[in-house]
């Protein structure tokens, strides 16, 4: 190492370059410059201005020896602009690593509202789709009672009448009737009949219209 002249009052400072340097735990090597064994350097000994140190940084340094009486660098300068490592990201670019955007913040609230909205409409539609379908269910009811209705309203077929059931066969006496309906009919609708003894209209009183109610 070749170490720089000491101002007055300052310890002998010597120069090198960081040729390793682990970020995560905060401790790498120095190479002296021209030539020289590799000091161990802490992220303590380094300025705190807010810069990580970088690779292949030019930097200038004291020696102390730590609690093990080894050598390490203490009091670290950076002398001049590292070179920019083609790997290596800016330190602006470095912070900005882990934090999000606002956009990024916000999407995962666009995403629930979204699955909200998605949840009410099928919701409302499927609340409308039943009410639909018993709509169209009570008007498919209405039209069947409306076409059994008339049917039920119809009048029944009248009873058959006595001129289908009877008809004038030459009989004239109630002994050849079977029921007071059929002496009716017979003094009704058939000449000569023998049926009506008193004349009161009224054939058969003896035999088959001997009630008030017969027929």
């Keep these: 190492m070749a170490p720089q002249p000491a101002k007055k009052g300052e310890a002998m400072r010597f120069e090198g370059t960081l040729t390793r340097w682990n970020d995560d735990r905060g ?53 001049r602009p590292a070179p920019v490592s083609p790997t290596a990201a800016p330190p602006r670019a470095r912070r900005d690593i882990g934090r999000e955007s606002p956009e990024s913040r916000g999407l995962p609230t666009r995403i629930v509202v979204f699955v909200v909205a998605c949840a009410l409409l099928a919701g409302a539609y499927w609340h409308f789709d039943r009410r639909t379908q018993r709509a ?34 030459g009989r004239q006496y109630c002994s050849q009737m079977t029921s007071c309906s059929e002496a009716k009919f017979f003094l009704q609708n058939c000449p000569g009949t023998k049926m009506d003894g008193n004349g009161d209209g009224v054939p058969c009183e003896q035999q088959w219209c001997t009630h008030p109610l017969a027929k």
């Design 27 to 79: 401790f790498g090597f120095i190479t002296p410059t021209p030539a020289g064994q590799d000091v161990f350097v802490h992220i303590s000994a380094f300025a705190r201005d807010g810069l990580r140190p970088q690779l292949n940084e030019a930097l200038s340094f004291e020696i102390s020896l730590n609690k093990d009486g080894k050598k390490q660098a203490v009091r670290v300068r950076r002398d």
């Design 136 to 169: 169209a269910a009570a008007r498919s009811e209405a039209a069947a009672q409306a076409l059994e209705a008339p049917q039920q309203r119809a009048p029944a077929a009248p009873a058959q009448t006595l001129t289908t059931l009877y008809r004038c066969d």
